[in-house]
């Protein structure tokens, strides 16, 4: 069983003042703003089936105690807030202009509580920060990593897939595989392929401001007036960081740690599907199971326990191939920071890993149905 011996983040509620913030981006599930402080606050979006205080307090536990010992010194998670009357309304409205068209999932103004975090695009005392957010997904072949199927990944079906539906306008020449690889060419490779082609796996920001996404590219003037010459150095300078392992206890780079977890679950989908049946016909709710278990008050016997941890184990891996990579990176040397060089330059870096939300196993019938679409197509 996953060991419950982490107990490095609060679960607290506190207030803050809610002056002077700014959009920075949002996801399926949340919408980020942040302060001039270094501070970052993810408001939820859509309707919660659970309690908000509840539902937040789980998904802290959840970090805290299965994520925390795997991501460590990556980890960029937070605390919970209290959230001013009225404060989501507000900030939704005053933000609503560069939220980019495609969100269309509304914040929920009635949620009390937000996620309270460090900004990982914030560099302490350097003025010119870049920050590389890159969404790396899997390099797996198929949900079950002992069979391989498919011609190409499970990232590259799903793109041809999408584009032959005509959900995304174009492919993209971006291979998990050459990224997590841990070839510095291979890694260059995916990096430029994202750069000509970011879709919604990368954006750019340059301080406040989103310099490449899926609708803009105002990536060239960072070349000429920042403190990179060109996209390729400034490729190398990522891949650089992503390959230092100077921040990892155990010498392993970030792109190691990340596929380590995505390989954690060793079942396929069909075989998880069988064990989220067997809860089900029981009349046992694996998500509630797994909240009672993080809180220490499971009361399943051994049978059930064992079973509970596959699914946990598959649960991280799902979180491990939809978390974000945060890159902040300045030209400026600072020996409080870890540092690259290249050619006789310094580039001070902060790297960190989001989006760690839990994820309900209630959609294993889902991936099931997805599996299948890619395996027939």
Not at 135 to 152: D, I, Q
Not at 175 to 196: H, M, N, T, W, Y
Not at 277 to 301: C, H, P
Not at 367 to 374: D, G, I, T
Request: aromatic share 8%; glycine share 4%.
């Amino acid at each position: 069983m996953i060991q419950k011996s982490v107990s490095t983040l609060p679960v607290n509620v506190r207030c803050v003042d809610w002056s002077n913030w700014c959009y920075r981006g949002e996801g399926k599930t949340g919408l980020v703003i942040t302060n001039n402080n270094g501070l970052a606050l993810k408001l939820r979006k859509g309707k919660a089936k659970d309690e908000y205080l509840q539902l937040y307090a789980r998904n802290l536990k959840y970090v805290q105690i299965c994520i925390a010992p795997i991501f460590g010194p990556y980890l960029c998670y937070g605390q919970i807030a209290k959230l001013d009357a009225g404060f989501a309304s507000s900030i939704v409205a005053t933000t609503q202009k560069r939220r980019l068209s495609m969100r269309d999932s509304n914040v929920d103004s009635t949620c009390p509580y937000a996620l309270l975090m460090p900004d990982a695009c914030a560099l302490s005392g350097h003025d010119d920060v870049i920050t590389v957010e890159i969404k790396p997904k899997a390099s797996l072949r198929t949900g079950n990593n002992r069979e391989a199927p498919l011609l190409c990944c499970r990232f590259c079906s799903n793109i041809e897939q999408r584009h032959a539906e005509g959900s995304i306008p174009s492919r993209t020449r971006y291979c998990p595989r050459d990224f997590f690889s841990s070839k510095r060419g291979r890694v260059a490779k995916a990096i430029q392929a994202l750069f000509e082609e970011p879709l919604s796996y990368m954006t750019v920001h340059r301080q406040n401001e989103r310099i490449l996404d899926e609708e803009s590219d105002k990536l060239g003037n960072l070349f000429s007036s920042g403190g990179f010459s060109s996209r390729n150095e400034l490729t190398a300078v990522i891949v650089k960081i992503l390959l230092s392992s100077s921040s990892s206890p155990n010498r392993r780079n970030i792109l190691q740690v990340i596929e380590e977890a995505q390989r954690i679950n060793l079942l396929s989908i069909p075989e998880l599907c069988l064990i989220y049946d067997k809860f089900n016909q029981k009349g046992l709710d694996v998500d509630l199971e797994i909240a009672n278990w993080l809180a220490g008050e499971s009361t399943l016997d051994n049978e059930y326990l064992d079973l509970l941890d596959l699914i946990i184990k598959f649960s991280i891996s799902v979180i491990a191939q939809d978390i974000s990579i945060m890159i902040s990176i300045s030209p400026v040397s600072d020996h409080k920071l870890p540092q690259v060089y290249l050619r006789g330059k310094s580039f001070s870096y902060r790297l960190s890993i989001v989006d760690l939300d839990f994820k309900s196993v209630k959609k294993l019938p889902t991936y099931l149905l997805q599996e299948r679409k890619l395996l027939v197509n």
